[in-house]
């Protein structure tokens, strides 16, 4: 089992940032991907951005060049800085990490950016 705790949304006018962090505890050493998603009011849970073991990225069209993923391993934590915020990312954010086979999932944090 792997234990995901997220901090650090919250409202923030756009333009503005925000810095989400997830950190994780339990069988660390199965991780093998971290992943953050949000959900918007009324429509589906979708990918932001995702980092690999291996250090590797990617992230959602609607969110490059804006966002990025970090992680501290030292921490055992993932980030994701949010810049240039826009009234569509609004959501529950949501962190994730897979063992490759399952996917554990943190409680959500929300964020709200205003016009």
């Known amino acids: 089992q792997v234990q995901l705790v997220e901090s650090g949304g919250g409202l923030v006018q756009a333009g503005g940032s925000l810095r989400l962090s997830c950190t994780a505890s339990g069988r660390i050493v199965s991780i093998k991907a971290m992943e953050w998603f949000r959900q918007a009011p009324g429509k589906q849970r979708e990918s932001v951005a995702s980092i690999t073991r291996g250090g590797r990225t990617n992230y959602a069209d609607s969110v490059q060049g804006r966002f990025t993923i970090s992680r501290d391993n030292a921490k055992n934590t993932v980030y994701l800085q949010m810049d240039s915020l826009e009234p569509e990312d609004t959501g529950v954010y949501s962190c994730?990490?897979?063992?490759?086979?399952?996917?554990?999932w943190g409680q959500g944090t929300q964020v709200t950016v205003s016009s």
């Open positions: 994730a990490a897979t063992d490759g086979g399952i996917y554990f």
